[in-house]
Every structure is written in structure tokens, then in C-alpha cells.
């Protein structure tokens, strides 16, 4: 069972476009992590959302951390081909322990 | 700066066999987690180990069993392997085994069950 639902589950675009992809929870975490994930690879950690309402920009991303803490968004500007990945959202409930959803898969076409 | 480390990369079993596999969490990191990830799929989290103790476990059966040694790193082993035991196995490493630390994954051991 999935705690987290991403949504689009796949998403393909032209390089230069911008994207929003989505992460929806019933529960409320503590905190809520965005990793990337390429093939063969484990996924890499890029924020950490703490705070309801929190937002972090690193580089072209954005995350939104829900007011409830229950969901979160990721928002790419320009998107450039390595974008390209898998995206993953994971929640914790304050013991470490993640629930992650199954990932946004998304294609940066140049 | 060495991040986490797991061995094997790959590996192949068949039905029925036991395996071993190992982690090695960054430096400074002190609690590992192990988590299954099928294809197509998130990561499922199996389970967690600090001060060489099992601290939080998934919804895993009793085949799964892990070890963390002195040093931090850390052994998963499945007995009695199934077809659908195929996945990725990820271990992830923290500073300490609650809050919000940041966890950092390995790359992983893939598993074929033949």
C-alpha cells in the first residue's frame, strides 16, 4: 500500500518548458524528502521540507511543503534534459522511516 | 568523503537459496535502514538498525534479517529466497535513528531469483 500518490505518474517534455509534478498524502509527516533516482543508481536526496507552507529552491526546483503537511510539489523551470529521472517523494513520521510514493518519471526532450 | 557503500552490485539466485548482503553507511553516519524497491515501484522500507539493534521493522516476513556490526555497517540476509524477492535493495545510513535526519542511499544490489 502507497502512503504517498505522485502524480503524473510519467511525465515527457521539450527542453526550455517548465513542469510541476505532485505528491499527495492522507497523513500527515513530519517532514517530507524529494530525492532523484536514475537508472541503475539509488536515489539521491535533493531537500528536505520541515515546516507546513515551508518552500526551498534549489537552483530551477522549487518544493512546497503543504500547509497540513500532508502533500508537497516540485516545480521545475526550464527544464533541461538532465532533469531527466525519476522523482521521488518520501514522507517520514519523525522516526526516520520513509514512506515513499512510486515516483514521477520524467523526460526532458532536447 | 566516501558515501554508502554496498556490495554485491548484482547477483543471481535461485529459488529456495539464502543471501547475504552488505552496507557499509557514510562517515559520520551511525543508523542504517534497508529498503526493497520492485520495479516500477518506491522503495518499501524493511528495516531499521541503531547501537546494533533492530529498531523499526516494515511489513516484512521473518525470511528477512539483518545485522549492524561495531563498526555501523550492516547485513541483510533472506532466507528461503522467492521468485518475487527479485528487487533492488537499497540501504540508506543517518545520523541517529529518529527526527528528521537526511538519509543517504547506496546504490544498491540488484537481486535475480531465477
Known amino acids: 500500500t502507497q502512503l504517498l500518490e505522485q502524480s503524473p505518474q510519467f511525465l515527457s517534455i521539450q527542453e526550455g518548458e517548465n513542469l510541476t509534478v505532485y505528491c499527495n498524502s492522507s497523513?500527515?509527516?513530519?517532514?517530507l524528502q524529494w530525492y532523484r533516482q536514475e537508472p541503475g543508481e539509488g536515489p539521491v536526496l535533493l531537500v528536505t521540507?520541515?515546516?507546513?507552507?515551508e518552500v526551498k529552491k534549489l537552483k530551477r526546483l522549487t518544493f512546497q511543503f503543504g500547509d497540513a503537511r500532508k502533500d508537497s510539489s516540485l516545480h521545475i523551470t526550464a527544464a533541461q534534459t538532465g532533469d531527466t529521472g525519476l522523482y521521488l517523494c518520501a514522507g517520514s513520521y519523525g522516526n526516520n522511516r520513509l514512506a515513499f510514493g512510486k515516483g514521477n518519471q520524467v523526460v526532458v526532450i532536447p | 568523503d566516501a558515501g554508502v557503500t554496498q556490495s554485491p552490485t548484482h547477483l543471481i539466485k535461485t529459488r529456495g537459496q539464502q543471501v547475504t548482503l552488505r552496507c557499509s553507511p557514510k562517515?559520520?553516519?551511525?543508523?542504517v535502514s534497508w529498503y526493497q524497491q520492485a520495479l516500477g515501484q518506491g522503495p518499501q522500507f524493511i528495516f531499521q538498525?541503531?547501537?546494533?539493534?533492530e529498531r523499526q521493522r516494515g511489513n516484512f516476513p521473518d525470511r528477512f534479517s539483518g545485522h549492524q556490526f561495531p563498526n555501523y555497517s550492516s547485513e541483510l540476509n533472506v532466507n528461503a529466497l522467492l521468485l518475487g524477492d527479485s528487487a533492488l535493495y537499497l540501504c540508506?545510513?543517518?545520523w541517529g535513528p529518529g527526527g528528521n535526519q537526511p538519509q543517504h542511499f547506496g546504490d544498491g544490489t540488484r537481486l535475480s531469483i531465477l
Open positions: 540508506a545510513s543517518s
Open positions: 538498525y541503531y547501537e546494533e539493534e
Open positions: 521540507v520541515v515546516t507546513g507552507g
Open positions: 562517515s559520520g553516519h551511525d543508523t
Open positions: 497523513s500527515v509527516f513530519s517532514s
